[in-house]
């Protein structure tokens, strides 16, 4: 309930911020770690959503201006995504409001309990990460 808390007020004040083309069906595209640099096929199964479904986002996201796609140096036949200068603007921005959610949420709660909570919440990614 508190990612989907952070991931609805994130895009709201995204919009609001004057990223208003962002839909909700692009959420799951706003996230950390950025989204550059990843192949699309990568992405669906990080995102968990069908190949399809990403590809039509990527699209999407690729005709608004906040990404492009390339060829893959490390090969040709894939595809790599990488930020636009306004993907990369909508990212840093995100980030700070993300960064300002926090330090609202570690006010009402308390700096010690949210510091716990987010080092206990890095465990269970790492925990994750290493399956």
């Known amino acids: 309930m508190a990612w989907e808390a952070l991931q609805v007020e994130l895009y709201n004040e995204l919009r609001a911020a004057g990223f208003d083309d962002l839909r909700e069906v692009h959420r799951p595209m ?3 770690p950025p989204i550059d640099g990843m192949r699309p096929t990568d992405l669906a199964a990080h995102v968990k ?3 399809q479904a990403t590809n039509d986002l990527i699209r999407d996201l690729e005709r608004m201006g906040y990404i492009r796609l390339e ?3 490390a090969d040709g ?3 790599i995504i ?3 200068e306004r993907g990369w603007r909508m990212y ?3 980030s700070g409001f993300s960064r300002d959610i926090g330090q609202r949420w570690a006010a009402k709660i308390g700096q ?6 987010q ?13």
């Open 82 to 84: 990488r930020h636009t």
């Open 77 to 79: 036949r894939a595809r």
């Open 112 to 117: 010690r309990r949210y510091d716990q909570f």
């Open 92 to 94: 840093h921005v995100g």
């Open 49 to 51: 959503l069908s190949k």
């Open 30 to 32: 706003l996230r950390y």
């Open 119 to 131: 080092a206990t919440l890095r465990a269970i990614v790492d925990l994750a990460a290493d399956s």
């Open 71 to 73: 060829r893959d140096p």
